[in-house]
């Protein structure tokens, strides 16, 4: 899953464990993802361009964006980009989704009562600047998806109503019916920490899903509800609540629908869905499919979702991945 902006506090653990060698690669070791972000560190707009440029899968566009928008520095330098190439969107494109992550990065990952008012006025004249430029994109490109979903995202921090998430979801969706990072925004939305129930949350994920071809990734939405549902619950009930048959077959059917299923294929972005059957898998006690997970991920870790179990994520992956494949041998 993309970033989860506005991470609620971690499942601590009393358990010592060795920090393990491995690191997060943010492009998920996507080669065009892994050169957007090499450019944009060399502000090549250029590069920047021709690398997007060819990119018409609305999935991977997104894909693509938020890899480069997560580049530190973006804002310093964007507008020379903005000015050499007025009568595209693309610049401005970039500028907006930079935006949104870079609101999030002053707001920090807290609950809100823990940040500050200073924090929450810069936040908000981020998300500002962010939904200028993505209105502007859509203005002038009204089939723009990227823009779009970008706009999901934000609409947690700029606290619209339902209706307005759902406009905005939807005008997504009738352009690009399973765009993934879109739905996994709309999930976060629709979740109890943000502006939503678990009710509602379970009923998006399982009405996505089941419309959602055989094959799609989307498949993983369904583990992430239950995922968020753990972390909202107290120690001892959240264990209980994953050790049940009926959450431990949905997860296993959502996969068999999903990256089990012999019409998927990965594509850019497909080792955060990956780590997110793995942790399910492993969560509620199916050691063997969380190995298979894990056979398919290699060292491919992401930060999503096993910064829900720690601050570095590589920690439990790493333990959990152990004790999965152990049980294979």
């Not at 090549?44 to 520095?73: K, N």
């Not at 970039?94 to 929450?120: M, N, Y």
């Not at 998300?127 to 203005?139: G, H, P, Q, W």
Request: net charge negative; proline share 5%; glycine share 6%.
């Amino acid at each position: 899953m993309r970033g989860q902006l506005g991470m609620w506090p971690f499942r601590r653990s009393n358990k010592q464990v060795a920090v393990p060698t491995l690191t997060v690669d943010t492009t998920e070791g996507d080669p065009t993802a892994r050169a957007l972000r090499e450019a944009g560190e060399r502000r090549d707009w250029g590069a920047i361009r021709d690398l997007l440029t060819p990119v018409t899968d609305p999935d991977e566009h997104a894909f693509y964006l938020w890899a480069l928008a997560d580049v530190d520095g973006l804002q310093d330098w964007i507008g020379e980009w903005i000015e050499a190439e007025p009568r595209s969107t693309l610049p401005v494109l970039v500028r907006g989704a930079h935006a949104v992550l870079w609101a999030w990065e002053a707001r920090t990952s807290a609950r809100a009562s823990q940040v500050s008012q200073d924090q929450f006025k810069e936040f908000w004249r981020r998300l500002r600047l962010a939904e200028n430029c993505l209105d502007e994109v859509i203005d002038r490109d009204p089939d723009d998806t990227t823009a779009r979903t970008f706009l999901v995202t934000s609409a947690r921090g700029r606290q619209v109503d339902r209706t307005e998430a759902d406009r905005r979801f939807d005008e997504v969706v009738t352009r690009h019916p399973w765009h993934r990072i879109a739905h996994e925004q709309m999930l976060q939305y629709r979740c109890q920490k943000w502006y939503g129930s678990h009710e509602e949350m379970f009923e998006f994920a399982r009405e996505a899903v089941a419309k959602s071809p055989a094959g799609s990734a989307l498949g993983h939405l369904v583990v992430v509800a239950h995922l968020e549902k753990w972390l909202d619950l107290p120690v001892g009930e959240d264990e209980e609540y994953l050790d049940d048959d009926a959450v431990r077959a949905e997860i296993s059917a959502a996969a068999d629908h999903s990256v089990r299923h012999p019409d998927y294929r990965r594509r850019p972005g497909w080792a955060s869905v990956h780590n997110t059957f793995a942790m399910g898998f492993y969560k509620v006690g199916d050691l063997r499919s969380a190995a298979g997970q894990f056979e398919v991920i290699g060292d491919q870790v992401t930060a999503w979702p096993w910064q829900y179990s720690n601050r570095n994520p590589v920690i439990p992956f790493v333990a959990c991945r152990d004790e999965a494949m152990a049980a294979e041998d």
